[in-house]
């Protein structure tokens, strides 16, 4: 099989052989949920339960609150003990807390859905939407707002991420060792509810084993399973539609301008799920590793179960954490405390050592350039770094500092160590706070 990719790009040490050959398990009984009503890019949802309220297994607790939204449904059947603000991955939200009766009650609501082949897509769609489902390979947002481009924007081609490029994670390989076909209904399904006819699975070449899984899976279908060169940020949307259908998204754009769709593998299983059992989206999986963990597991749990309990699952601490990240080392976010819940976007708990997570003094620019040749959106990040690191907002988007992917190469390959995603990350935010002034 011929290997496609992309230009730049990084080889960061894998760092998977902790939990790539372990099968996922089970925790699904936690005491008390704490689930957040913002778990997705966009508006928070509306509390639809009160404190003292019965609820049960996929029951509807937060309502969507704009189109940009997701639903939120109980990932456990109990009592609601409070509706309050706590500490997420997202700040200071409103979280729906349940403490679960240990019944696993099933609302009424949850049943198989018709025949996806049968329905039309604004059904197949409105479904999605129901369900609560966003992207969740890590971005959060909201699958059913991707399935609805504007009339003048045609698709023709959906691609899934297999590709699961980021460090340590190792929780959609298992998924596509594990459930191939669910994965690969999910994608006819998405296929379907945009009408299109192409659809790729892009897998990177260190997983062997899943192109082999997710190939025999596809057989018979008219999914294409495509193997990729193994090198990050390859799972990157417009990195990924490159490798897998030579269309580039033009600068300032989306995926839909390219005619492109593309979601996780683990979505498209959600999906499956949602259709078979007529489940909204409550649980998923993911990697609990790093050195700080000792037994480190590929997790399947229900939303709003605190990271300190899926790390006790893993037998707890291996002497004090430096750091706790959400995500993966490149891309993922730093947490405060272990005492927050875990949410749909919640693709690995990475628990670092001091010496893992020891951060290198920075040293001045030595203009290698090394930065600019590994930058897979074609940028100059140490220009857009110093124009950030002088405040001077309108330079740094000059050089197009809205294309950044926040993929962190740049940082990672600097022999100087400077801040360059990190100032970078600050002048995007402060570029769109002015552009909605």
């Not at 790009?9 to 913002?38: N, W």
């Not at 029951?59 to 456990?76: D, T």
């Not at 699958?143 to 698709?155: F, G, M, Q, R, W």
């Not at 819940?341 to 708990?349: F, L, R, W």
């Amino acid at each position: 099989m011929g290997l496609l990719s992309f230009k730049g790009g990084i080889h960061p040490p894998h760092s998977k052989k902790l939990t790539e050959h372990l099968p996922i398990v089970d925790y699904l009984e936690p005491k008390i949920v704490e689930i957040p009503l913002r778990q997705h890019i966009g508006a928070p949802c509306e509390p639809v339960v009160e404190k003292g309220a019965q609820v049960k297994v996929g029951q509807l607790i937060g309502k969507a609150g704009s189109f940009v939204s997701a639903n939120i449904h109980s990932s456990v059947s109990g009592t609601v003990l409070d509706v309050k603000k706590r500490f997420t991955a997202y700040g200071f939200d409103v979280c729906i807390i349940i403490e679960n009766d240990m019944k696993n009650e099933y609302h009424e609501s949850v049943k198989p859905k018709a025949d996806y082949k049968t329905l039309s897509s604004k059904e197949i769609i409105d479904i999605i939407k129901d369900a609560g489902l966003v992207g969740m390979g890590g971005a959060g947002f909201p699958t059913h707002v991707k399935l609805s481009p504007p009339p003048e924007k045609t698709i023709d081609t959906v691609v899934l991420n297999g590709a699961e490029c980021e460090p340590y994670l190792t929780c959609d390989h298992r998924l596509m060792l594990e459930e191939p076909k669910m994965i690969v209904l999910g994608l006819q399904i998405l296929m379907k509810a945009l009408n299109v006819s192409n659809g790729f699975i892009g897998i990177e070449s260190n997983k062997p084993d899943a192109i082999e899984s997710m190939t025999a899976a596809a057989q018979g279908t008219n999914v294409k399973v495509v193997g990729l060169k193994t090198k990050y940020p390859q799972g990157a949307e417009k990195q990924l539609i490159f490798a897998c259908t030579g269309k580039e998204v033009p600068s300032g754009g989306l995926p839909m301008d390219a005619g492109v769709v593309v979601n996780n593998v683990a979505t498209a299983a959600t999906i499956a799920n949602v259709f078979t059992t007529g489940m909204p989206l409550i649980e998923r999986i993911c990697t609990v590793t790093g050195g700080a963990i000792k037994t480190p597991k590929n997790i399947r749990f229900k939303m709003g179960t605190s990271l300190r309990e899926l790390i006790q699952f893993c037998d707890g601490f291996n002497g004090t954490p430096e750091k706790i990240l959400l995500g993966g080392p490149m891309m993922g976010v730093a947490q405060m405390s272990d005492d927050l819940p875990a949410m749909k976007n919640t693709s690995g708990i990475l628990c670092f050592t001091p010496e893992e997570a020891k951060i290198p003094e920075p040293t001045a620019c030595i203009k290698c350039g090394k930065c600019v040749s590994v930058c897979p959106a074609f940028l100059e990040p140490i220009q857009i770094s110093a124009y950030a690191l002088l405040h001077n907002y309108d330079k740094a988007a000059s050089f197009k500092a809205l294309d950044c992917i926040e993929c962190g190469s740049c940082s990672f390959v600097c022999p100087s160590k400077r801040p360059l995603l990190a100032s970078i990350r600050v002048a995007k935010r402060e570029i769109i706070a002015r552009k909605k002034k």
